[in-house]
């Protein structure tokens, strides 16, 4: 075991509601709360959930792009919290992101040139001729050609946009990149060409990633360890390998359920939950997932469950705790109880035609 | 996993007239930069009680083509070319060049629709009670307490919990979900035959997205209601369409029910785009499979098959195919990138778009394919 390269522990991000007049706080917008996991070097950590759940967040906390409001968040050994000036800037050179939007990240009126080098001229790196070079070979690395140097972001397509936002990261040569849903705004057909490139940069460059993404298949794809998240917290985190074999949170299994797929072989019994995600400004007390858990006991409704720990696995739940232990510590065997109790009880009510 | 229980289907109807046809529609936008022939000869049908999935990347013209049937194809475009048959009522329409007053009876009545952003579509300053009435008054001659009181059926059909409360909100006081089931109830108020939908779950979560096609699949199979599903995830479309439509640069490669075009893709194009969607065992056995090259705008569609210069098939007179693997052209035969290859059935309701697709060798799976290292 390498030592984790990020280490997160109870991170929490919360972000003030303001009202009326004088802009005075009314409530906080839990948006992570108590988020703990780590990513060895050269691994990749998947982070799945809903639109809202918190994802951006945690990447943007880990970044330093917005100030955690508790926990701790250390980079190679370092207390990110700690650090000032100098090894402020450096971390940030070693910590990248590349965004969703290949639109939006990319300022319209620079060139790919100006783009890519914009990071080596901040932090101060380089002769100019060291940073062409730079330039040119991260855009190599991506399969940009030189020909693109002098053009602007508006003259390529999306994937290409995205090759540019890649390069422009690891120009900066990063340990790791907080990849924030970096291939869906693209064209179907050219999502498997970025999803390689990262792939393959990752082995060629060592690289440790964050992936964010909704795509549960690609996120299986890329990632070591995967991590599910509901209104701020991790309910469910596994190897990829386990977590999808043997889901053992009724959240993650109704989110794997919920996604469409072309592949009977993927296909799952569908659970569909009631209501809406609640508000991360008032979450429910308890377990958070509990107003829409076709499982929930009473229990759920008052106690946060703790998180129970295999050597894979760890999941935050009542029920899956006790099924862990009534099988010892079998997560397969768990994961089938869990899964039988919840096509028993998820079936969707029938409508009534009749009107009251 | 266990076996997921297929959605309720209708058992197909006897096939005679379908209740839409839509044949060689072009539909072209005329900017100052030139024209752009966004749908460019579509042709497809959908049967009574079906549901047809219309799949493709963005700009391939799925909503054009929509809008088009609809008739609200947004200035500078206009449909230039091709018929929109729909058979309702014992009668056969041409929505390609209805006049404006009867096409303003179908759209909403006839034909219901729902989009993908529900508050672009609803009316912000009015409930949504009166939203649903006032479609139902524009196409019923019944009284307004009639009216209200479809409103709140319709509410209570989409399973919209609290529906007499919801009935005097505003757009604004419903999450996404909600207001994509207050456009379903909208679309489906005054019993129309068609119900188009374009992208109605995109902006949805993947669990919000779930219930909306179940409440979808399920309304279906109660009202026999026949729905064009218009998605970019071939998922949607593989859990929820008894037929598929695949469209590429404003033309429609291939159609065939659901069931047959996933278990056997026989279009270049699609084989490609379902071999490159990651399965649970691909994960050790290398990189995905890709396919080369960038989708085409209408101002640059290459000409013969719009698929050639990224299609590992192609025969071509030079080396000018994406994949860098030219097929090599035998004598007498037309290139690709010559002729535009006809929509032809290939098995029965099978058609595909492509000179080629006889001689692929025998339909696959695209995983099989994809083992194969077809593509790369
Ligand atoms: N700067 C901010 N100020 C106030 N609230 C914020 C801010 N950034 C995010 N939030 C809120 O925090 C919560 C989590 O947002 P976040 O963007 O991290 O979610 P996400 O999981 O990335 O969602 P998505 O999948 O939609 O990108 C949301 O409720 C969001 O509205
Ligand atoms: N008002 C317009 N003026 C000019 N071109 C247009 C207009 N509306 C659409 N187009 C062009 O027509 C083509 C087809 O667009 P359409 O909206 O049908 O695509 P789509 O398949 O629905 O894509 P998406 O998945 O992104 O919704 C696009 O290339 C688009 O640029
Ligand atoms: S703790 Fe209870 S409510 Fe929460 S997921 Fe588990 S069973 Fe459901
Ligand atoms: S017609 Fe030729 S280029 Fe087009 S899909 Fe078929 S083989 Fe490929
Ligand atoms: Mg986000
Ligand atoms: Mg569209």
Known sequence: MTAPLVEVEQLQTYFPIRRGLLRRVVGNVQAVDGVSFSIARGKTLGLVGESGCGKTTVGRSILRLVEPTGGRVAFDGLAVRDLRGRDLRNLRRRMQVVFQDPYGSLNPRMTVRALIEEGLIIHGLGSARERVDRVVRAMERTGLSRQALERYPHEFSGGQRQRIAIARALVLEPDFLVLDEPISALDLSIQAQVVNLLIELREQLGLTYLFISHDLSVVEHVSDEVAVMYLGRIVERATAAALYAQPLHPYTLALFSAVPTVDPARRRRRIVLVGDVPSPSNPPRGCRFHPRCPLAESVCREVDPPMVSLPEHAVHCHVAARELARSGGNASVAAATIAALLADRATPPTATLSPG | ?376
């Open chain 2, 1 to 376: 996993m266990i076996e997921r229980p297929p959605h309720p289907r209708l058992s197909p109807p006897p096939r005679h007239a379908p209740l839409l046809a839509i044949k060689n529609l072009v539909t072209a936008f005329h900017t100052p930069a030139g024209r752009i022939p966004a749908v460019d000869g579509v042709s497809l049908s959908i049967e009574r009680g079906r549901t047809l999935g219309i799949v493709g990347e963005s700009g391939c013209g799925k909503s054009v083509t929509a809008m088009s049937v609809l008739r609200l194809v947004a200035s500078p475009g206009r449909i230039e070319a091709g018929e929109i048959l729909f058979s309702s009522g014992g009668t056969t329409l041409d929505l390609a060049t209805l006049p404006e007053p009867a096409m303003r009876s179908v759209r909403g009545g006839r034909i219901g629709m729902i989009f993908q952003e529900p508050m672009t579509s609803l009316n912000p300053v009015f409930t949504v009670g009166d939203q649903i009435a006032e479609a139902v008054l524009l196409h019923r001659r019944v009284s307004r307490e009639a009216a209200r009181a479809r409103a709140l059926e319709m509410l209570q059909l989409v399973r919209l919990a609290d529906p007499r409360q919801r009935l005097d909100e505003y757009p604004h006081q419903l999450s996404g979900g909600m207001r994509q089931r207050v456009m379903i109830a909208m679309a489906l108020a005054c019993d129309p035959e068609l119900v188009i939908a374009d992208e109605p779950t995109t902006a949805l979560d993947v669990t919000i997205q779930a219930q909306i096609l179940e409440l979808l699949s399920e309304l279906r199979a109660r009202l026999g209601t026949a729905i064009v599903l218009i998605t970019h995830d071939l998922g949607v479309v593989a859990e929820t369409c008894d037929d598929v439509a695949v469209m590429y640069a404003g033309r429609v490669v291939e159609q065939a029910p659901a069931a047959e075009l996933f278990a056997r893709p026989r279009h270049p194009y699609t084989i490609g785009l379902l071999a490159a969607r990651p399965s649970p065992g691909m994960k050790h056995s290398g990189p995905l499979c890709t396919i080369p090259g960038m989708v085409p705008l209408p101002q640059h569609f290459p000409a013969g098959c719009r698929f050639h210069p990224r299609c590992a098939y192609a025969r071509l007179p030079g080396a000018e195919s994406g994949s860098g693997r030219v097929v090599p052209l035998p004598a007498g035969e037309l290139p690709c990138n010559a002729a535009v290859p006809p929509l032809h059935e290939v098995a029965p309701g099978h058609w595909v778009r492509c000179f080629h697709a006889e001689s692929l060798g025998p339909p696959r799976s695209a995983q099989e394919i994809a083992a194969g290292g077809l593509f790369s």
